[in-house]
Each structure stands twice: as C-alpha cells, then as structure tokens.
DNA sequence: AAGTGGTCTAGACCACTAA
DNA sequence: TAGTGGTCTAGACCACTTT
C-alpha cells in the first residue's frame, strides 16, 4: 500500500499511471475484477471503488458483462461560430451553402449523416432566455426544439427561441427544416447585425444526459447565442447543449 | 419501490426530484445516511450508492463530518474573449485598462482581490501547441505558467507559449507580470491582427483538479487561443483550463 | 456454461466536525 | 462526545455478453 493513500486510491493511482503514460492505450481493456483481486488481495468492493474514480475522471468505461476499457472518444464534430448563423445581412451563403445546412455540413464530410427532429411550441422562456429576449415576465416565446442526429447517434440539443410578433404566421412555426440562404432568420426578413455568445460548462442535467445518450462523467457545453438587429432588438435566443466528448467548439475572429 | 428502477435509483430519484423543484434549495442539508436508512429501511451502502448518483451530476457535494449539501456554485467570472487581448493594433487599451490587467478587472469589481503566480520555462510544448505554432519536431518554445487565483482560490490555469525567437531577450522571460498597453505581444513588439480560439469541454486530469481544488463533478473548459501577425505567422498560443463551476465564456461578435 | 460487471447486505472500524 | 460521512470486508444474488 503507498503512503498516505486508500486501497481504492492506490488501485486508482496505478491504473492511472498506465493509462497516462500510453501503457495502456485507448480501447483497451483493464484487468477484471478477479484478477486484481488476486493481484492487490484487496475486496471486490474496494477494487470496484478505485476503479470508479477512473470513470468519475473520464479515464474508464465499463459495460456490464463486457469488460473495463480505457476510454476512447469519438471524432469531435468542429462548430464554427463565427460563421455559423452570423451572415445574414450580406446573403451570400458561406461557401455557398445556405446557413441551415451548416451543421449538415459540418458532419457529412466522410460519408456521415446528419438529421434533426424538430418541434414547434409556444412557451414560458427560461428566466435567462427571457431576460435576453427582452420579455416581460411571464411573456411566451415561440420555441423550435431541436434533436440533432449524426448517424442515428444523438449529437446536439438545440432549443431557438423567438419573440412571438417577429415569428407568428412564418415557416419558423412549422416543425420543419428551414435552411435559407442567410439562414433562417434572414428566410423570415430578420436582419441580425450582431450577437452575443455565451458559453457555460456543467454536467448534463438526468434528462439531457437521457436524451443524448451520455456515458458517465460527460460534460456538456451550454451555449447560448442571442442575434440583434441594428436597432438593438433581441431576434432570437438560441440555447445548445454540446457533449463535450463529441464536440470542438471554434472562434475565428480577425481583430485589427 | 419505483418500478424499473433500483433501490439506489431511487434514492436518487427521490432526492433528484426535491432539488429541482427547488423544494431542497442550494445549500440545503440533505437528511443523514442514518435518517435515509430508517426512512427506505435500506442498508447503508445503497443509500450511499444512492446519492453518489446526485454527486456524479453535481448537484450534491459532501464533507467528511458535516453533512450533504445541495450544491451551491460561486458567482460565475465572465470571460469577454472578444475583447481580452484583442486590440493590439489601436494600441487603445479597452476601457482604459491594460490588456495584461483585464483578467484582473474581470473579477475585481467587488473587493475581490486577484493574483497570479508566473513561471517561465523553454519546454517541448504539447503536440496540438506545437502544430498550432508551426514549430518543428521536437522544437521548443518558451512557457509562460500562470495559475490565478482570487482571494486565495485557484481560478484558472494558463499556459502561453511563444516560438523562441520572438521573445529570447524581452521581458516575457521573466516570471513577473508584463501589463502593458494593448498587451502582452504589443509590450514586445508583436502585432496580432487574428485569433483563433478552440474550445473544448472535459472532466480536469487529477493533477488540474488538485491544482485547483476542484469539487467532485466539477468539468472544466479548455480554451486554446492561437494569435496571427499580418503575414499569418502564429504568434502565440494560449491555453487556458477554466472550471466550469465559476466560469462563463463570453464572446460578442459585430457580424455585418 | 463461464466470465464479466451491477446491486445489495450487515457489520466493522476510521476520520472529521461540531456542540 | 456524539454525529456525521469515508473506507473496507465477505458473501450473496442478479443481469448481461461471449463462447
């Protein structure tokens, strides 16, 4: 036993040694249980509590009746922000594609495909939501909830909110894709000549967690970006939860 | 019983439920095991097992000999990327501030009190550093450690390294704080007229966690940036580790 | 069927905090 | 000193995956 450390400690110490040091590298199996309690003549129980401060950090995952493997993320999908959505005044479309197929596009390089669920629905805000729409307390919003889906895995969630007066009778009420030239806030006459992009990382609410499939000690990024026109008006608030095992969130931004 | 679920789950479950309805506010006393064991009629560990689950989300932190809480974050520091260390052309400093202070200023409205400790080192940096640099194989750059705390608590951890031969000889050599007009490259005479900034969310590797006294469930964001001169030559490279629990990243984009 | 991890128990002892 | 949570044990049974 080292000094100063708990059984489950040391257990954990030396299995993170080797996964630091390339010993073992990602996808690889860990010893079973049984084996490393012959091996450190610890309780199962104990063996087990050192092994789950590795999967609390993120180093391990374990699958029931499969084994423990050290952890192997996915490619992460890059999000352009800074071109993303934020063109919408000079409608040249980036790249020519139009802004509603970015997040397609962004994915379906080698061969992958993107989808969306989406639904429509007139609600109460979030208080943050509301506060940076300029709404009165408990005004509505119209709210477009989206699913986002890369080979029928789970990537995104992404929930739009808009001012009800600049959205009610427009193709953003229906629950269907909206890809424009300009994007979609352009496709309703919305002119957006600045945002602001707000990004807090936490771990997945249950639900989240849920719906996106999360494996343990997966945080999520909540990115919330709010368009403004040029008189200063809140057009819209737009709320994303990135997991941060699938995801690389990118800023280009030319400061001269 | 819950049906589905088991016993652990639903201790979670229970305790899930009165905390987002708010009905256990933050920084309420959880009951004790002792009381939870009577109250399921469930032995110690599952009850333990039960709220490790809140633990791993976040929502509960515990003491040794005090209790469980609902967990209660620190005010949020606001992190303006758009404007910290973006000016170095109008050598105008931001509201009237040097760069090198606006991470201080961020947070040192409230009588709150910042510090940061420097080391310098010429080291092999990380390999995404290294690309990021357009250095060589096995090339060097020099190091600037900061760890920044403010009153006494650890708050982030940054690293900058530099292409050697763009700072051997100026003050950037030396571990002491360089607050000069429109930053740190402007101080040496180096001028950033771009930026690239990567963002990517994690749980912290043990040592970032010891350094900085991170609570249990705690994610934290890594921000690389990457400064361009005029000719595309990268300048610098930033990377900063900044806990998800008293950080908000924010970015404020003129997009016509 | 064999091997893996997941859940649960009853009890012991230890470490820390607060009254 | 009493009450809290943290560590550890030996054993049982269950659920899942692979062979």
Redesign the pocket.
Known sequence: MRRGM????EIAADLREQIESGDLEGGAA?P????MMRAY??????I??GVRMLVDEGLVV???????YVRQDFERVVWNWTTLESRSRHATAVEGKTAGDQWASAVSGDGKTPRQEISVSIVEPPEHVRESLGLPEGGLAVKRQRVRYVDSRPYALADSYFPPDLVTGTPLMEPRDVSAPGGVLASVGLIQVRYRDEITVRMPAHKEAELLALPAATPVAEHTRTGYDADGKALRCMVTILPGDRHKILYEVDSD
Chains 1, 2 share one sequence.
């Open positions: 708990t059984k489950a400690q860990l079973s249980e049984a084996e003549g610890y309780s199962r129980e104990t087990r509590a374990t699958g029931q009746g499969q084994g423990k």
